[in-house]
């Protein structure tokens, strides 16, 4: 009875089996190489990075030293304008001096010829009178001095001031005495006028030289600002003949930075197609990085 027993006897119970047997290996998916595309796209970004960052730091440093070229001719330019105007405006004070001080010569020079011509006329007449301080001596001769009239005369400031009188009758001393005295009168006045005469001379030589310079001077202020407007007026043609200049070229720069633009995208659009499409994983199939 044993022998012929049911196999279901002989087999052992599942859950001895399940037991026994190895578990099954867990399965992966194999691991895309994105590696490439990413180094090639971020290689093509660094390059396109350092490109435009070299031009920055170029245009940079040409703007900085422009810029250090324009401010240090500004500066000079500036300086050399100082100095000229400092120039100009001690040289027209110097001129407005020497007018001043020509016309000042000149009204003493009229003053003091109306006055020398007055005492070369008036002294002469005034030599046939006598004056309440002449001493006239009881005999005198043609070799003695006779003093000069009030004018040529030195008297003390407390002496009461001399009168001019003529007696109806000259005595032969006092005729003797205004003889004499009219000789030296008008050698006196001559003597006077001459002197007078060579300081005019000398003074007309100045008032001449000053008046040159002076206007010498106005010419060359006259000269300069007429250069200066030329010089100005020459500047605000080149400014307008160089504007037309500088639109177009940044018409062009804003052409160039558009094509750079577009070719920056067309180079990532490239980028994007030559990379192979991704799989989408989802729960255990997922992408392990």
């Known amino acids: 009875m ?53 031009a920055k730091k170029e245009d940079k440093e040409r703007n900085a030293s422009e810029a250090a070229k324009k401010r240090q001719l500004i500066d000079q330019r500036l300086q ?3 100095k ?39 002294l002469p007449l005034l030599a046939n009178f006598l004056l309440t301080s002449d001493i006239i001596p009881p005999s005198s001769s043609d070799e003695d001095p006779a003093p000069l009239p009030l004018p040529f005369a030195t008297v003390p400031r407390t002496h009461p001031p001399p009168l001019y009188y003529l007696p109806a009758i000259l005595t032969p001393a006092q005729e003797s005495y205004i003889a004499r005295r009219k000789v030296q009168v008008l050698a006196a006045a001559d003597r006077e006028y ?56 940044m018409e062009v720069d804003d052409h160039d930075s558009a094509t750079l ?17 991704t799989i989408p994983a989802d729960g255990d199939d997922a992408v392990e990085y």
């Open 84 to 122: 000229r105007e400092t120039d100009t405006v001690r040289r027209a004070e110097e001129a407005r001096k020497d007018k001043l001080v020509a016309n000042r010569k000149e009204e003493d020079l009229q003053l003091k010829d109306s006055i020398y011509k007055l005492r070369r006329a008036r």
């Open 194 to 249: 001459t002197d007078f005469l060579a300081e005019r001379a000398t003074g007309i030589e100045e008032i001449t030289v000053l008046r040159k310079t002076a206007a010498e001077e106005e010419a060359r202020k006259n000269g300069e600002q007429a250069a200066e407007l030329d010089k100005s007026m020459d500047e605000d043609k080149e400014q307008a003949a160089a504007a037309p200049a500088a639109e177009t070229e």
């Open 80 to 82: 050399s304008k100082l």
């Open 2 to 54: 044993d022998e012929f027993s049911s196999p279901t006897s002989q087999i052992p119970p599942p859950s001895a089996a399940s037991e026994s047997a190895p578990p099954p290996p867990e399965r992966k998916r194999p691991r895309l190489d994105l590696s490439e595309p990413q180094r090639r796209k971020r290689g093509m970004f660094g390059v396109l990075l350092g490109t435009l960052s070299q």
């Open 261 to 277: 633009g577009s070719g920056s995208k067309d180079a990532e659009e490239d980028d994007k197609k030559d990379e192979p499409p």
